[in-house]
Every structure is written in structure tokens, then in C-alpha cells.
């Protein structure tokens, strides 16, 4: 396993983080980082704001899973800055997840944004698009 302090060696400035607002979406979401099937995210403008924290392009990111656990390396390689709904189903299907549809992202979107509390159709988002650099194996 490569442990965190070799990850932030290999990649400058890596920041480490995972996907999702729960233990079970965390885990959901980094296996299909891993596997190459989500190949995108995207978050509210305010939260970026909020958290003083915006994508930047050529960017590593170390995800993780619930645990804290390291899953994998990503670089960001795109960056788009649109409204909730001008998003478009071929953006929808890059996050990788349920059916690919743009129905189903836009439904747990829509569902998530709510939890945060920043839901509006005309929300501005941050979506990045990213490619797997490098997979971590863990020894058990």
C-alpha cells in the first residue's frame, strides 16, 4: 500500500478527499472512480465559495473512501462552469452513475444539493472532469 506521505511525495500539492455525503456513497462512488466508470463530479459555486476551494486544472486529488482510506489518484483535466440545469446528459453520464441518464443525475442532484442546502435549478455549478493517474492497493 502506498501510504499517504508517498502519495504527497509522488504528487505536488495532491490534496486528499472523497466523493459523496455519506459512508455509503463515499465508498459507492470511489469504487467507480477506481474502476473508471465516474470520470466527473461536480459541486455548488456557493460550497467552493463556502469552503474557499476551486478545481484546478492539471490538479491531483487523492480519493479516498469512508475509512480514510486511499483509493486511488486523480488529475483534473477539465473544468466547466454551468447552471444545474444546463447541465447535459453527456456531462450527466461522466459522473457514472445509476442508469448514465440525465434523469437520474439530475433526481440525485437535485437530492443532494437540497441536503446541502443550495439547491436552485439555475445553481451555478463546478464540474471537473478528471482521469485516474494511478490506483492505490491496500494490503489487508
Known amino acids: 500500500m502506498m501510504a499517504s506521505e508517498q502519495v504527497k511525495a509522488k504528487y505536488p500539492a495532491v490534496t486528499a478527499w472523497s466523493f459523496g455525503d455519506s459512508p455509503e456513497m463515499m465508498d459507492e462512488l470511489a469504487a467507480l472512480v477506481a474502476s473508471g466508470k465516474k470520470t466527473a463530479t461536480c459541486g455548488s459555486m456557493a460550497g467552493c465559495a463556502e469552503d474557499e476551494c476551486f ?5 491531483y486529488a487523492l480519493v479516498e ?4 482510506h486511499a483509493v486511488c489518484v486523480i488529475r483534473v483535466t477539465a473544468i466547466h462552469l454551468l447552471r444545474f ?5 453527456e456531462l450527466a453520464a461522466k459522473e457514472g452513475e445509476g442508469d448514465l441518464s440525465l434523469a437520474y443525475w439530475q433526481t440525485e442532484h437535485q437530492r443532494f444539493f437540497e ?3 443550495t439547491f ?3 445553481m451555478e455549478l463546478v464540474f471537473q472532469e478528471f482521469e485516474v493517474v494511478e490506483l492505490i492497493t491496500r494490503s489487508v
Open 55 to 59: 478545481p484546478v486544472i492539471g490538479a
Open 65 to 68: 473512501d469512508s475509512q480514510g
Open 85 to 89: 440545469e444546463d447541465v447535459s446528459a
Open 115 to 117: 441536503r446541502e442546502g
Open 120 to 122: 436552485s435549478a439555475t
